[in-house]
Structures are given as C-alpha cells and as structure tokens.
C-alpha cells in the first residue's frame, strides 16, 4: 500500500504554499508532485518510478484560457489541454507549428486529458528509466546508467554526458523551443519568466533533475512572442510506427523569407536527440541571407550535428546496435523539414515520414556497403 497526502489547490498562490510545505529536501523520487492531468505522473507512480509522498492537485485551478498574449503573441494557460490548445482559433490561424506538434503526440484520448504544463514536464520514455530492476541515474543519482550500452534507439546523440544519455520526449516543446516561448511560473520568491531554453537542463552530472524549475514553483502560462513563421513552418516526426510513439528524431523547422525569396530568419528546433529540445543559433545563422536549397539546408544541418555522437552499440561486443542512425537520419530530417516548411507544408504525412527513414536507411545500407 503506498501512502500518500492529497490536497486539492485553491488558488496558484496556495498551491505553492501546499507544495513549500510539504516539499522539504526530499529525493527527486519521493518528492511531492503537482497533479494536473496525471497522464504522466500516475503511469510513473503506477509503474514504482517515482513514489510521491504527497500530491497537490492544481487541476481545477483557472489556469486553462488560451488568449491574445502582449504584444500580438499568444498566451498558453498552463492547465488547458493538448487538445484544447491545438484546436483554439488563435493556435489553428497563428501557430500552425505548434498545432502541427501537439497533433503529432500521443493519441487523441491522452491529448484531450493531458495538460500544458505536464507535457513539457513529462519525464523521459528512456526504458531503463522506466525499468525499476535495472539502475538508472535519472531515478537514483549515482546507481548507473546500463542504457550507455544498452537499447539505444530512443537514446541521445547531442548533449548527453557519460552518466545519462536519455532524450526529452515531448513534441510540444520542439515546436515551443523553435517559437522563442517563455514559460511564466509562480514560487516561493514570486513570479519570474523562463526563456523556453532556459527551461530544460542537459543531463551533466545531475541527470536526476530536468528542469531548472524549483520544485515548489508551478507553472501558470506559457507565452508565444507574435512571429512571422506562419506560412513557413512544419513539424516532421519520425518514429517507430505512424502514431502513438515516440520521436526516434523530430524537426520543428521555420524560415521567414524576404520578398526577393532570401532568407530573412530561420529557426531549427530538434526533438528527440537530446535531454532537451535542442537549438544551433550558429547553424539558424547560416541560412540568413542564403537563397533557399537543399545545399544550405544540409550546411545548417550538418552545423546542427557537428557534435552529434553516437551511443549504445558497437563499444561492447555482443550488445545490442546502437544509435549511429539517428545522425544521418537527423541530418535528412532537418533538411526535409525545411523543405517542407519552404512548400508551406505544416506537418508530416506518413508518406513523408517514411520516405525520410527510407533515404536514411539508403545512405546507411551504401555506408555499409562500402
Ligand atoms: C501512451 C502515451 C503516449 C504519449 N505520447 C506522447 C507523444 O508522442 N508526444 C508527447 O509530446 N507526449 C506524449 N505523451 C505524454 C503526454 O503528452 C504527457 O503525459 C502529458 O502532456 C502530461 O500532462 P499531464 O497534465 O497529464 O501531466 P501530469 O502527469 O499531471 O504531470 C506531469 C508532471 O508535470 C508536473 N506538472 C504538471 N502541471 C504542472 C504545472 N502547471 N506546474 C508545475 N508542474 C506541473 C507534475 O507534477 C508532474 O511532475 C504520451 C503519454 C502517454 C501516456
């Protein structure tokens, strides 16, 4: 039997009064946990992961409009829905990338229950994470890392340190990192806004925390600066199967063009490569000025990948493959997705997915070959 608090929040003010309370130095496994739609929180309690002492449930506090933000952004409640968010007027006419990236997650059922502000705190799909008979860093500092050499297809290929190689899952944030969002939360010590970069940590030697958050702060909204993507954007997710999985490599791709057809700005966010949603202004700058082609698309991606690394796999004899892949396949994605973004193409067919994944596994069967 696992005993545990519930206390349901009043206000944000009293729900981080309840968490402050009861949140003391506890383990990252133990500690308390804000409840909104539990699509995450419980499938990690269910499963041993995490075993929270107590709950602070925020799911009826007002926190779910989704408004004109300042000047002409949007303003993303923290507990509307996936789904909610993804079907507003506002994100269906001014962010088709981000439609396109809460569209490309979960199933319909999840995304209509799921929340804001727990998808960007979801926690890693990492199977050793998930796996309480194996160590893993991430859910016991300290214990090891087996997923280093283990089953690496999920597994990171930029950022990651020698102790946690474990990805983000969410394809939100890709697109949320791509539009410059900022995340407004409320703590002990007041408000205070978060660059959306400044949101996620790489793992380091702390790969137990996630976030930069303190553990009392809650989420209230999350705001989108008014931009100029919106005819030029598109989310490509590749994943195992065509829906309800996880990105083995994601693009949130985005260009302004000037009206001679250069162009003026781009941005490259990845999904699914890193412990974070993960960004190259260098590589974006590389395209301003540049006439669009897939040459300048591949120069922008192979900056992105300068530093990609594989991991799991061949160090060990006998152990499963490891995730070489994932850098070809990233470095045809970005190109494809800026392609597509170019066409005015929002999102992915699965005809588009497997053709990516098709002239990956190409260029890798050749590399073979050779
Ligand atoms: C089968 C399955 C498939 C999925 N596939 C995808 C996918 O393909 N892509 C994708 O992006 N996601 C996917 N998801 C993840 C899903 O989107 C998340 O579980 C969901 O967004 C979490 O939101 P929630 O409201 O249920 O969060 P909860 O489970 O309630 O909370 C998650 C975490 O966030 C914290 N939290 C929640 N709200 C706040 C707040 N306002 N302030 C501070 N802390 C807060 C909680 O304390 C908890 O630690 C999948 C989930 C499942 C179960």
């Not at 009861?22 to 496994?29: C, N």
């Not at 993507?229 to 000037?258: H, I």
């Not at 669009?292 to 152990?319: H, K, M, Q, T």
């Not at 850098?327 to 497997?354: H, Q, S």
Request: proline letters at 6%; hydrophobic letters at 45%; charged letters at 20%.
């Amino acid at each position: 039997m696992n005993e545990f608090d519930f206390v349901r929040a009043r206000s944000p003010e009293h729900a981080v009064q309840l968490m402050s309370a009861v949140h003391e130095d506890a383990a990252v496994r133990t500690a308390p946990r804000y409840l909104a739609g539990g699509t995450n929180v419980v499938d990690l309690w269910r499963e041993g992961v995490m075993q929270p002492r107590s709950m602070v449930d925020i799911s009826r506090l007002r926190l779910a409009d989704i408004t004109d933000g300042p000047d002409g952004g949007i303003r993303l409640g923290a507990l509307a829905t996936n789904a909610a968010t993804a079907n507003h007027p506002l994100v269906r006419s001014r962010l088709p990338l981000l439609r396109s990236a809460i569209l490309a997650g979960a199933s319909p059922q999840i995304r209509n229950r799921a929340t804001n502000g727990g998808n960007l705190l979801q926690r890693t799909r990492c199977l050793y994470f998930y796996d309480t008979q194996v160590p893993c860093n991430k859910r016991e500092l300290g214990s090891g890392c087996p997923a280093v050499h283990g089953l690496a297809r999920q597994h990171a290929i930029l950022g990651a340190s020698d102790v946690c190689v474990a990805t983000h899952p969410s394809d939100m944030c890709v697109a949320l990192a791509a539009l410059d969002a900022t995340v407004a939360v409320i703590g002990p010590d007041g408000l205070r806004a978060i660059p959306f970069d400044e949101l996620h940590r790489l793992p380091g030697d702390r790969p137990d925390l996630d976030t930069t958050l303190d553990p009392a702060e809650l989420i209230t909204h999350i705001d989108i600066p008014a931009n100029r993507w919106r005819a030029n954007s598109c989310y490509l997710k590749l994943r195992e199967r065509a829906s309800y999985a996880f990105a083995l490599v994601s693009v949130a791709a985005a260009l302004d063009l000037n009206d001679d057809g250069t162009i003026a700005d781009a941005r490259v966010a990845l999904g699914g490569v890193a412990h974070k949603p993960w960004r190259n202004r260098d590589a974006e700058r590389l395209l301003v000025g540049q006439r669009p082609s897939s040459e300048a698309f591949g120069r922008c991606a192979a900056r992105i990948l300068d530093d990609a690394r594989a991991c799991g796999g061949a160090e060990v004899p006998g152990a499963p493959p490891g995730n070489s892949f994932k850098i070809p396949l990233a470095a045809r994605a970005i190109v494809r997705a800026l392609e597509m973004a170019l066409a005015g193409v929002a999102t992915n067919t699965g005809e588009d997915a497997f053709r990516a994944l098709g002239a990956a596994s190409a260029s890798l069967s050749q590399g073979a070959a050779r």
